[in-house]
Nanobody
Framework: QAQLEESGGGSVQAGGSLRLFCAASGSTYRGYSMGWFRQVPGEEREGIAVIPADGDTTYADSVKGRFTISKDNDKNTLLLEMNALKPEDTGVYYC?????????????????WGQGTRVTVSS
C-alpha cells in the first residue's frame, strides 16, 4: 500500500527557512508526479509546487523564487526547500502523489496523500 509521510515542519520567524521532507513507501514513485500542497483552517487546500514525472516543475505564484521542490528517486523522497518565509505561508503542508491529469496544482487531481506537517511563520 502506497504511503506518504511528511516531516520537517515547525515554527520559524518571518524571513527564515525550513525544509520539508516527504518519505514515500509501499510503491515505486519513480514514475509519479508529486507535489506539495498547503491548507489553512477555513480555506481550501492549495497547490504550492509540483514536480512532474517527466517535465518542468510548477510553482504557485505566491512561492515562486522562494520555494524549491526536488525529488530523490533513489530514496523515494520529495523535498520542499522554503526560504524567505512569510506569515502567510503558515499552514499544514501535505505531499501528494499519483497525478490524475488536468491542472497540476489542483489538489483534487492527486490520489495519494500524507497526513501533513504544520508550518508556523511568525512576524
Amino acid at each position: 500500500q502506497a504511503q506518504l509521510e511528511e516531516s520537517g515542519g515547525g515554527s520559524v520567524q518571518a524571513g527564515g527557512s525550513l525544509r520539508l521532507f516527504c518519505a514515500a513507501s509501499g510503491s515505486t514513485y519513480r514514475g509519479y508526479s508529486m507535489g506539495w500542497f498547503r491548507q489553512v483552517p477555513g480555506e481550501e487546500r492549495e497547490g504550492i509546487a509540483v514536480i512532474p514525472a517527466d517535465g518542468d516543475t510548477t510553482y504557485a505564484d505566491s512561492v515562486k523564487g522562494r520555494f524549491t521542490i526536488s525529488k530523490d528517486n533513489d530514496k523515494n523522497t520529495l523535498l520542499l526547500e522554503m526560504n524567505a518565509l512569510k506569515p502567510e505561508d503558515t499552514g499544514v503542508y501535505y505531499c501528494a502523489a499519483k497525478f490524475l491529469g488536468g491542472d497540476w496544482l489542483d489538489p483534487r487531481r492527486y490520489e495519494i496523500w500524507g497526513q501533513g506537517t504544520r508550518v508556523t511563520v511568525s512576524s
